[in-house]
């Protein structure tokens, strides 16, 4: 795989947690919402946005990238088992299929 498939790849993942940090930074009511149901605690979305905040950054800089790639597998990691805990399996695909990206997305880094 060449380095410039991996680059891209760590681009498009570092613009969707990006995206993610925005959501949860803004406190979309749906959002907050959900985490309440869930029994986080009342400001938990700014804890997550803002790591996704800093995994978008670490995945956007190439020095960086390796720690990007660190904290981005382990918020993912924990978003599935939540969603599967949860029952809701349908939900956790797509963060399943992240996860399977982010491998790509780490080989120029190694």
Known sequence: ?????????????SLLFALLAAAHLLALPALAGLYRRWGYARGFHYVAGTLQALTALFLWVEQTRIWGGILAAAILFFTVVALLNRR???????????????APAMIGTL
């Open 88 to 102: 809701h399996y349908f939900y956790a695909v797509p963060v399943m299929l992240a996860m399977v990206a982010l």
């Open 1 to 13: 795989m060449s380095l410039s498939v991996a680059h891209h790849a760590a681009q498009a993942l």
